[in-house]
Every structure is written in C-alpha cells, then in structure tokens.
C-alpha cells in the first residue's frame, strides 16, 4: 500500500547535512521528517567482524564505478556511524583554488575566516577535541617517529572521540559499540528527535516531484533490513522545501533521476566529482628498525605488529600543506589503519617478482598483516568525475543482500591528479623508506580503479552557474526550495579529511533554510542552542544569530 503524509520539511539523509538540517529545522518549530536508506543501529549492534549482514555490511556501501570505487555510510547517522573521527579545519588555500575551471572554485562568500565560526558551533555540539601524543596510537607514533627521521614533522589529529570511553580497539569503522566515537547517533539526532523530528530509517528515495502550489513531493521506497534489493512497499511525503543530504554519490542520481518531472538540472549536476584525491600506500615495516627508531633494544617480543590496534588515523605530517606550492603538490600524509578485507586484497607486493596484488608472494606479504603501516594520502584532484543516466532505482545496482552494487560514476584521471598521486607515492616512500624502516607500495587501482572514502563535489557551490549546481545558500539553481547540504555541495578535494567541513558548511546553509520555509508560511526560527546543551545557558541563540549576522 503506498503512504501519503505531509511536513514542512523532508530531508533525505542523515550523515552530517541531513542531521544538522534536522536539528535546527526542528528546534526552530517546523515539523521535519528524515528518510534514511539505511538502517538504525545502537551501540549494541556494531560487531567487530565483517561477515555478511553484520554491522559492517549492514551500515557500509561500496558502489563500483568506471574508474572510481566510493565507500560509504548506508545507516542512520551517515558517515558519522562509519568514520575515523578525525576533524581537521580546510587550509586556507583551499579555498582560493582554481581547479581544472581557472577560476575561483569557491563562492566569493566563502573563505577560511568565513567558515570558522561554523567550524566552532560545530566542535562545540560533537565535541571535537585536540588531540596529544598520549593518546596517539601506537601506528601513530611511529608514523610520527619515522616522518621526524626523515626530517618532516608530524602533528596528532583533532578527533571526535571521548578518550575515556576508548578501548583502542581499532573497530570504530564499523560503528564504535562504547559510544567513543561522537557520531551523529549522539548529538544533532537525538536532539532533532527531542524537538520533534521523525527519522525514518530504510526509506530510499527515488524522486522528487513539484506540486501545483510549489512544494515538493518526494517518493520513496520501502527498503528491507535484510535484502536491500528487496523494497516491498512505496509512499509519498508532501513538503514546504527539500533537504537533500544522501551522500555525494547519491544525491545527484536522486536529482537526475528526477528531471523528468522537476525539468532541467544545472549542469553541474552529477558533474566534477572529487574522490579528494585519495590514494592510498602500505608500507611493510623491517621490525629490527622499527626497534632501533623507537629506542627498544633490548625490549622483549615484536617491536611493532600493532597494525589493528588503536583508532583509525591519529597522525599526519601536514609539511606538504603550503599554499605557496602549486597546485596539485599539496597533500596531507596520515597514519590509517583500514581493516581486513578489502584492504589486504588491494595491497600489492613491494618490489615483486611476479603479480604484485595477487598471487605467492602476496600470500606471504598477507602472512605479515600485522607488521603493516597504511599511509592515506588525500591530495587535490581534478573533479573529473561524472554519474551517468541514473539506475532505475537507488544509485547502484546493487548485485548483492547489502552493500555491494554498481554504479554510474565514470572517473578518468587527469594528468594534474596523476602527479599529484605520484609526487605524494615519493613522499610516503621516502619518509617509510628512509634507513630501511619500510618497503612501501601503494595500492593497486587494477581492481576497482581509484577508490575514496570521501566523495565530494557532485552538486556543488559555486558563484558560476556553469559549473556549480548551488548558488552559495545551497539552493539548486532553477528549483527554489530544494537545497543541498552534504557533502556533493563541496566544491572539491581539501587535502585533509572532509567531514568537519561538510559540517561547517551545513550550519552555514541552516539561516537561509529557515528563510526559505519563513517565505512559504511556516513559523520558524533560527539560533538554537548546540545540541549538546553544554554551553546553552553561556551562548544562546539570539546571540549566535546576531555574531553572525543571521
């Protein structure tokens, strides 16, 4: 049977845009309702392992393109549920590049000053914390120790993690079960739900469609827990505005996929992808230099073999973040650990003889697991990614019970991208490398091509309406009352790990979402309090509004 109901806003997702949209929608007196593809899980349900229709395959979504593989959240709370909790601020260069358009990237409105004060309202509602070498990983401070050796600094990450609560049990990708980790589960949601909000997990959108009076009706299906290719029912939400957050390699299929009945899309719409220029090396470590590096001689057992525990990346050397290199050679290098699986598949043999990805050697290069270091590199890229026509249905064929489908997404790499990888593949193996600490290769892109765990930049914000799909509020141009908040909105790769500023930027769009549903008769407000409450009674609303020219 299909359901028809009615709100003043809908938003479609969860992670960092869909939440905060929720929130401060919320708070502020409109009636919101949240559709998320994927399903609600709790600390009780995140399982450290990865077998079919656990935590992992349940909450993660891995669609195959031509090109570019994307890895991400499928679950109420997003990518929050799923990442590492490291939150770095853009540099400030970021926002002046100019990309493969010659221009500007960014809109004009927008800098690094700009976004700092939505950097902090966002540190203040997680919390973001600094982070120090005592709590460091012990991957991290040897990643620390080795950039040092080889003459390059090396700084602990800012995290959204509770250090007391941390077990370092290095299990945090697939969903922390102590509540270490400040995911989206613990702040922006059950604030947005205390306010009012209905969230609505397994409901994945199709369309949107335009009502005679200028709203929106959005279509979705059923979805089921156990078989997301099974969806055994329909409805429809009637709403004011739209709120657009599924992820940036959904949220253009949705929109393409709606054209037929909307009209035209900008023509950035499922155009310049960025994968933040992610690339990714292992480096296999010689244990008797690890041992003289770290001062262990005559220290008992393995100087290392500490490959799976800790917290996912908790150090990076930021020495090739200087906005006075060009373009293309700036890249940020951070310790990571990314878990069994398809990690170990694509690692390939340093110095091989034969098959580098596969074969005997890389059975006995798989021997030594735990002796690895992953160095993540995110560097800039040319946003030459574009989704073709979109599937009948979702954003992937999915060709399995959870997480695994293929996609549109065509990804042909540039030769800026091409250098930018090979002078930050140098980099890596001569800091790993250096006294025979390590032998480094990275990773193969025979398999799957090149793979992110950030997709950026499908519908982004621009000041050209050539080659941005929003203006600088986050409206889809030529279809007022339907915005964009994730992560597609992102104008391209910021050389560091994104999720701080997809969040900066969605507190950014809040005031001109709370505008538009003022235009269309709701009573709303904007300038609640952080969600965390911590500071309301120090800061209220009237006063952030105000600071901010709201």
């Known amino acids: 049977m299909s359901a028809r109901e009615q709100t003043d806003a809908l938003v479609i997702g969860s992670g960092f845009g869909g939440a905060i949209a929720a929130y401060h929608l919320a708070a502020g007196g409109a009636r919101v309702v949240v559709l998320e593809r994927g399903p609600w899980l709790s600390a009780d349900e995140f399982q450290h392992d990865f077998r079919l229709g656990t935590s992992s395959t349940r909450a993660f979504e891995f669609v195959v393109g031509d090109g570019m593989s994307v890895l991400s959240g499928n679950c109420v709370g997003g990518g929050s549920v799923v990442y590492f909790a490291a939150m770095p601020r853009a540099p400030r260069f970021v926002f002046e590049r100019r990309g493969g358009i010659n221009r500007r990237m960014w809109p004009k409105a927008i800098d690094r000053d700009a976004l700092d004060p939505w950097y902090d309202r966002v540190a203040e509602a997680l919390p973001i914390t600094p982070s120090d070498w005592n709590t460091a990983s012990y991957a991290g401070g040897l990643w620390g120790a080795a950039c040092a050796a080889a003459g390059h600094t090396a700084n602990p990450l800012p995290s959204a993690i509770d250090e007391e609560l941390c077990t370092n049990c290095n299990w945090m990708m697939a969903g922390c079960r102590f509540d270490a980790k400040r995911s989206l589960l613990l702040n922006y949601l059950p604030a947005a739900q205390a306010h009012g909000a209905r969230i609505r997990p397994l409901h994945e959108v199709q369309k949107i469609t335009r009502l005679d009076d200028g709203s929106y009706r959005v279509h979705y299906d059923i979805v089921d827990e156990a078989d997301y290719r099974v969806h055994p029912d329909t409805g429809t939400i009637d709403a004011k505005i739209v709120v657009v957050a599924a992820g940036a390699a959904a949220t253009p299929v949705i929109l393409q996929r709606s054209e037929a009945d909307l009209g035209p899309m900008p023509h950035g719409v499922?155009?310049?992808?960025?994968?933040?220029?992610?690339?990714?090396?292992?480096?296999?470590?010689?244990?008797?230099?690890?041992?003289?590096?770290?001062?262990?001689?005559?220290?008992?057992?393995?100087?290392?073999?500490?490959?799976?525990?800790?917290?996912?990346?908790?150090?990076?050397?930021?020495?090739?973040?200087?906005?006075?290199?060009?373009?293309?050679?700036?890249?940020?290098?951070?310790?990571?650990?990314?878990?069994?699986?398809?990690?170990?598949?694509?690692?390939?043999?340093?110095?091989?003889?034969?098959?580098?990805?596969?074969?005997?050697e890389k059975k006995e290069l798989l021997k030594k697991w735990q002796s690895w270091m992953t160095i993540f590199t995110m560097s800039e890229d040319d946003n030459e990614g574009v989704f073709g026509p979109p599937p009948e249905t979702g954003n992937s064929d999915r060709i399995s019970q959870q997480m695994l489908g293929l996609g549109t997404l065509a990804y042909d790499p540039t030769p800026n991208t091409l250098h930018g990888w090979e002078l930050s593949d140098a980099s890596v193996r001569a800091i790993l490398e250096h006294d025979g600490l390590a032998r480094v290769m990275p990773w193969t892109n025979d398999v799957v091509g090149a793979y992110t765990v950030h997709p950026l930049a499908s519908c982004r914000i621009g000041d050209d309406p050539a080659t941005s799909a929003l203006d600088d509020r986050h409206e889809l141009r030529g279809h007022p009352g339907i915005f964009v908040t994730d992560s597609s909105a992102v104008p391209g790769a910021l050389t560091v790990n994104p999720a701080f500023t997809v969040a900066a930027l969605a507190e950014r769009a809040m005031p001109g979402l709370v505008k538009a549903l003022k235009d269309r008769g709701v009573s709303v407000a904007y300038g609640a309090p952080s969600p965390d409450g911590e500071t309301a009674g120090r800061r209220g609303s009237a006063a952030f509004a105000a600071a901010l020219g709201a």
């Open 270 to 360: 499922g155009r310049y992808f960025s994968g933040n220029g992610e690339r990714l090396n292992t480096a296999v470590l010689d244990d008797d230099r690890v041992r003289a590096l770290l001062g262990l001689e005559g220290q008992p057992g393995p100087a290392f073999q500490a490959n799976q525990i800790g917290k996912g990346p908790t150090v990076a050397t930021w020495d090739y973040l200087d906005g006075s290199r060009p373009e293309y050679e700036r890249y940020s290098l951070e310790q990571l650990y990314f878990p069994p699986g398809l990690g170990t598949i694509l690692a390939q043999v340093p110095d091989a003889k034969g098959p580098s990805w596969f074969g005997r």
